[in-house]
């Protein structure tokens, strides 16, 4: 991206507000613009400019069980980190699952949220995904009917040949099983017929793979977030 | 945490802020700053004041009830974590939120493969509300300036911007709405812009 002459600044900004460029490119951009202030002028008087398009777009009601949703995510961010272990190599590692005791200790915090807010339909299970530095990172709700959703709690960095892979772990013995690619920044939902039954305890983890996932059906990169099942009752 | 907005910078500020008055008097700099401060009531306010129209902004989009409230959802979340990155010398704090609430939806229908979402029966439902039947009705009395600029380009050029603004249109769905090459829809739009700026300078 050639950014030198004022036109293609002009140009490149416009084509980002107005939400033309790939997701790619996008990308690209948005790195550029943290940098830039020349740019980041540029974007602010295109959104300037043609935000009042937005204004006469007619509302939408959103479902009551939405604001108590945003509140608990919110809540999650906050929630005090618990002491755990952290090796790089989960699956192998018998430290660790020791350790993961207080991810469920986090999970449960969190749960007292879930207790306030009964117009919300619960899930039937919640896991809290801690990082390294033992923080709430994800947040995985999965509903009565099985249906799982899983939602980001922070920024993770993520570089442009690789990925976020999410997996569980039903039987060590049959290893873990992969639940398909995560973008990093947004919730993502995934239905019960893609996923294994769920057990309390189960293990849930992100690793960071090659942008096409593991190449060999397990985890390869390092574990980013860990954590367990707890179900709610 | 029930401090907010008593002890808080009081909601109206300046009369002469123009945007301020626009909305009613609703300040969202104040409200912003409050969630900076980590004050959940202001984040409370702004969310009963404009996640309807924030929800109409990501259906218009995104095409599907769940998923619009997952870019609302996520959005809320964002605007929380980075109020203390909201700059009001650099854009009003309005044009901020629905800029956050824009990319978060159209994220969603890149992740999501928006070309597949156009190709299904969506299309014949987008195709109902074309660009410039809405025009009239989304360019209320409150816009007369970007009205007489938009209504000075082309057809194609309004046709195309109207398109990728409104419904998240990539230039790829707009050729095929528009029935035109991809890169003469490229240049309408480049084209369009140009001259949207030189006539709203």
């Known amino acids: ?233 | 945490m029930l401090r907010w907005p008593e002890t808080a910078q009081p909601l109206r500020r300046m009369e002469t802020d123009a945007h301020v008055a626009e909305e009613g008097g609703f300040d969202y700099e104040a409200v912003l700053a409050a969630c900076a401060r980590g004050e959940t009531a202001a984040l409370r306010l702004l969310y009963d004041r404009d996640a309807p129209r924030l929800l109409g902004v990501a259906m218009r989009i995104v095409r599907q009830i769940e998923l619009a409230e997952d870019v609302v959802h996520d959005a809320f979340v964002q605007i929380w974590r980075g109020a203390r990155t909201f700059d009001p010398a650099r854009g009003a704090g309005r044009t901020w939120v629905y800029s956050v609430l824009r990319h978060r939806a159209l994220n969603a229908v890149r992740a999501r493969g928006r070309e597949v979402l156009a190709d299904s029966e969506n299309l014949a439902r987008m195709t109902d509300i074309g660009p410039n039947a809405t025009l009239a009705a989304e360019l209320a009395a409150d816009a007369p300036a970007l009205r007489r600029c938009l209504e000075a380009l082309t057809g194609e050029q309004r046709d195309s911007i109207l398109l990728a603004y409104l419904q998240g249109f990539s230039h790829g769905q707009i050729a095929r709405q528009l029935n035109a090459p991809l890169g003469t829809v490229k240049s309408w739009i480049r084209r369009g812009l140009d001259a949207l700026r030189r006539c709203l300078e």
Not at chain 1, 17 to 46: H, I, K, P, S, Y
Not at chain 1, 99 to 106: N, Q, T, Y
């Open chain 1, 1 to 233: 991206m050639n950014l030198t002459e004022p036109d293609d600044i002009q140009h490149l900004a416009a084509e980002y507000v107005l939400g033309v460029l790939t997701a790619d490119e996008a990308a690209v951009f948005e790195r550029r613009l943290a940098n830039d202030g020349a740019l980041r002028a540029a974007v602010a008087a295109w959104e300037e400019r043609l935000s009042v398009l937005d204004r006469g777009t007619a509302p939408a009601q959103p479902r009551p069980q939405l604001w108590a949703r945003i509140e608990r995510t919110i809540a999650a961010t906050r929630a005090a980190p618990s002491p755990a272990r952290w090796p790089q190599r989960l699956w192998a590692n018998l430290a660790l699952w020791r350790g993961l005791a207080a991810a469920g200790v986090a999970a449960s915090l969190l749960l007292g949220v879930y207790a306030a807010m009964r117009d919300d339909p619960r899930p039937a299970f919640t896991v809290v995904l801690a990082a390294q530095d033992r923080a709430p990172g994800w947040i995985v709700e999965i509903s009565a009917e099985g249906d799982l959703r899983l939602t980001p709690l922070r920024d993770t960095v993520v570089g442009p040949n690789q990925a976020l892979q999410f997996w569980t772990l039903r039987d060590p013995a049959q290893g873990p099983i992969s639940l398909g690619l995560v973008p990093p920044d947004r919730t993502t939902r995934i239905e019960a017929a893609r996923l294994p039954p769920v057990a309390p305890n189960q293990l849930f983890e992100l690793t960071l793979e090659p942008a096409a996932g593991s190449p060999i059906g397990r985890p390869t990169g390092p574990i980013l977030y860990v954590g367990r099942a707890v179900a709610v009752r």
